[in-house]
């Protein structure tokens, strides 16, 4: 038999890898339309008619198009569809439509699977929970300081140059005010855990009381008829004791990575970035007003005052602006006051009376729950006369359990 050519041999390879780099530029391609898709979506939505402006600026023939782009848009994707056929399109438009899922939940799970830390799993739960629980106060406090901002660096008219200022200056102290009492309140994430573990406890046990005809019976006295129910309410609550003594065991070693410093960080990160941009626009607002309010060299814009609110923030000064008494040198005290606030409060409470309030509410957080496991076990010893999980794990690996892997994956995670 004839060994095969170097050439065919390359062939044979050339036309294997050719599928996989098209299909790998046509999955960048995909990115790259998705991002700009959702970018214009949001931008129009929420912050200008930017295809309007383009085409009046350079396409002024072709504004029938604007007018007409969700008809025209749905035509050609329909075309596409029909005439291709392709299964990889159809994935590939459902792709581009639920890009922000995509992204914002789906991405992040992949990404601590593919990992392997539950450690990570841990920080990103907390993340998510702090943000929803506390949904309704950030949606208000940012879209009124969006609003407020805006105003500021668009806006002429004097009223709504100082309503939108003030405004600034009032939600920023809002912030800090909440997020110093925050230090001293109980951690929400905390206090779901505690309450899920709990509940599922009591709903557990109520669903798998042992009826009269088992219960107190050891399982070589239990009516075949009835070993069904034996082994799926006893596997059911040795799993919930598994799961409870493992997620107390993962969170106490969270605690200790100090991975949750992080959030601290963060929290600090952004009140800086809202603190700067908020007096930038407080401050160019002010000499909106009234170019008397600042003693500048040159003419200046909105960039300049943000560099100048900065620099107070640090204080520090720039030659290319300076306030005058004694409104504009008033903001530039209160700016000093909110840096002597971020730096003193939150170096000192967030670093340290946070911390220590943390890790008390976390390790109460973990003891609750692992007590949930442990009073599991004294029901399957009450109950099934079980007296301990190894001897439970016995039986239910002689009667062949269907949920037995499940509890051995915990049971060695445990050890």
């Known amino acids: ?23 790998k530029f046509v999955i960048l391609l995909r990115e790259l339309l998705a991002f700009f898709v959702w970018s214009y979506v949001f931008v129009k939505l929420f912050v200008y008619d930017v295809d309007i402006l383009v085409v009046q600026k350079f396409f002024p023939n072709l504004y029938w198009i604007v007018e007409y782009k969700l008809f025209i848009f749905l035509g050609i994707v329909a075309v596409c569809l029909f005439v291709l056929r392709s299964k990889k399109l159809i994935g590939d438009t459902l792709y581009v439509i639920f890009y922000p899922f995509i992204l914002l939940l789906f991405r992040p799970i992949v990404f601590i699977l593919r990992r392997r830390s539950w450690l990570l799993a841990i920080a990103v739960s907390n993340a998510f929970v702090s943000f929803f629980r506390s949904f309704r106060y950030n949606f208000i406090v940012v879209s009124l300081y969006l609003i407020a901002f805006t105003v500021s660096i668009s806006a002429d008219q004097a009223l709504w140059l100082w309503l939108s200022g003030g405004a600034l200056v009032l939600l920023l102290l809002v912030t800090y005010v909440s997020r110093v009492v925050a230090v001293f309140r109980p ?47 006893v596997q059911l609550t040795v799993l919930f004791n598994r799961v409870s003594l493992f997620v107390g065991k993962k969170l106490r070693e969270y605690q200790e990575s100090g991975l949750h410093i992080v959030s601290s960080i963060v929290i600090t990160m952004v009140l800086l970035v809202l603190t700067v941009f908020g ?54 005290i209160i700016e000093r ?23 008390k509410q976390l390790t109460e957080t973990i003891d609750r729950i692992e007590a949930d496991g442990r ?12 007296q301990s999980i190894d001897e439970a794990l016995r039986e239910l690996d002689r009667l062949r359990a269907g949920m037995l892997r499940l509890i051995y994956f915990f049971t060695e995670a445990l050890r």
């Open 375 to 386: 009073e599991m076990e004294l029901f399957i010893a009450d109950q099934y006369q079980l």
């Open 279 to 332: 007096f930038s626009a407080a401050n160019f607002a002010l000499y909106k007003i009234d170019h008397s309010y600042f003693l500048t060299q040159t003419e200046v814009g909105y960039f300049n005052f943000l560099y100048y609110s900065f620099n107070q923030l640090v204080f520090d000064t720039i030659p290319e602006i300076q306030a005058l008494p004694k409104i504009a040198q008033g903001l530039v």
């Open 187 to 233: 951690q929400a994430t905390f206090q779901l855990y505690t309450k899920m573990f709990s509940s599922v406890r009591k709903s557990v046990q109520e669903s798998n009381k042992a009826n009269d005809a088992i219960r107190g019976l050891p399982v070589a006295r239990v009516d075949p008829r009835d070993l069904e129910k034996w082994v799926g309410s």
């Open 337 to 359: 006051l909110f840096a002597l606030l971020l730096v003193g409060v939150f170096g000192s409470l967030l670093v340290s009376t946070r911390m220590e309030r943390y890790k």
């Open 1 to 23: 038999m004839n060994a095969d050519s170097p050439r065919d041999t390359a062939v044979a390879g050339a036309s294997n890898t050719s599928p996989t780099l098209l299909r």
